[in-house]
C-alpha cells in the first residue's frame, strides 16, 4: 500500500510555541488515525479522522482532515514538556492494518 | 482492565538463534496485529490475527510466523535471527474500525 509522508521529520520549539506536523497521501484515504509515542514508550492512540474537512478538538490539539481526504495536520497551542515524543500518522492498509509514516519527532525547551 | 501486555521486556539473542514473543490483547478485543519498530522509524505492520487465523501479511519473510490460541492471545516466532531483527516488537489489539491498542513492546537485540 501507499506510504503517508510526514513532515517535518524533527521539530524543537521553546515552551509556549505552537507545533504543527503535516502527513500526505498520493491516494484518497478512508480515514487517518494519529498517534503519539513518548521516548522509550509506545504508540498511543489519540483520534481517528473519517470525515472531509473533519476539525476535531483534544484540549490542546487539533486535528484536520483535508477536504480531498489526502492530507491530515495534528497542531498543538502553546506546547508543554508534556508534549515531548514523536507524533505519527497512519492510514488503513485492509482490516485494522495501519501503515505509518516516519513520524514528527517533538522537543520542547522549557 | 488490563491493556495489551507483553512478554518479555527486554532480550537479547545471538545470531541464527530462534525467539518466541507473546502478546495478550486487551480484554473483549479478537484482534491481533504485530508490528516491528526499527530505532527511529515508524512501525512496519508484520502481519495480523483473527479467529486463530493470520489474516493480513506485511512484507516480511518466512522467518516471521505467529499464532492465535482461543483466548485472542497471540505468539510471534522469528527463526533464524539477523542482527536487523534487533527492533522494538509491538503487539496491537483493536475491535473492528477504530484506533488500535498497542502494548508496551518487546525489544530484542540481536548480537
Known amino acids: 500500500g501507499q506510504q503517508v509522508m510526514q513532515i517535518p521529520q524533527y521539530q524543537h520549539v521553546q515552551e509556549g510555541e505552537d507545533f504543527t506536523t503535516y502527513c500526505n497521501s498520493s491516494t484518497t484515504l478512508s480515514n487517518i488515525q494519529w498517534y503519539k509515542q513518548r521516548p522509550g514508550g509506545h504508540p498511543v492512540f489519540l483520534i481517528q479522522l473519517v470525515k472531509s474537512g473533519e476539525v476535531k478538538k483534544q484540549k490542546r490539539l487539533t486535528f484536520q482532515f483535508g477536504e480531498a481526504k489526502k492530507n491530515s495536520s495534528l497542531h498543538i497551542t502553546a506546547t508543554q514538556t508534556t508534549d515531548v515524543g514523536t507524533y505519527f500518522c497512519?492510514?488503513?492498509?485492509?482490516?485494522?492494518?495501519?501503515?505509518f509514516g516516519a513520524g514528527t519527532r517533538l522537543a520542547v525547551h522549557p | 482492565d488490563a491493556g495489551v501486555t507483553q512478554s518479555p521486556t527486554h532480550l537479547i539473542k545471538t545470531r541464527g538463534q530462534q525467539v518466541t514473543l507473546r502478546c495478550s490483547p486487551k480484554s473483549g478485543h479478537d484482534t491481533v496485529s504485530w508490528y516491528q519498530q526499527a530505532l527511529g522509524q515508524g512501525p512496519q505492520f508484520i502481519f495480523q490475527?483473527?479467529?486463530?487465523?493470520?489474516?493480513q501479511r506485511g512484507n516480511f519473510p518466512d522467518r516471521f510466523s505467529g499464532h492465535q490460541f482461543p483466548n485472542y492471545s497471540s505468539e510471534l516466532n522469528v527463526n533464524a535471527l539477523l542482527l536487523g531483527d534487533s527492533a522494538l516488537y509491538l503487539c496491537?489489539?483493536?475491535?473492528?474500525?477504530?484506533?488500535?491498542?498497542f502494548g508496551p513492546g518487546t525489544r530484542l537485540t540481536v548480537l
Open positions: 490475527y483473527y479467529e486463530e487465523e493470520e489474516r
Open positions: 496491537a489489539s483493536s475491535p473492528r474500525d477504530s484506533g488500535q491498542f
Open positions: 497512519a492510514r488503513p492498509g485492509g482490516y485494522n492494518k495501519l501503515i
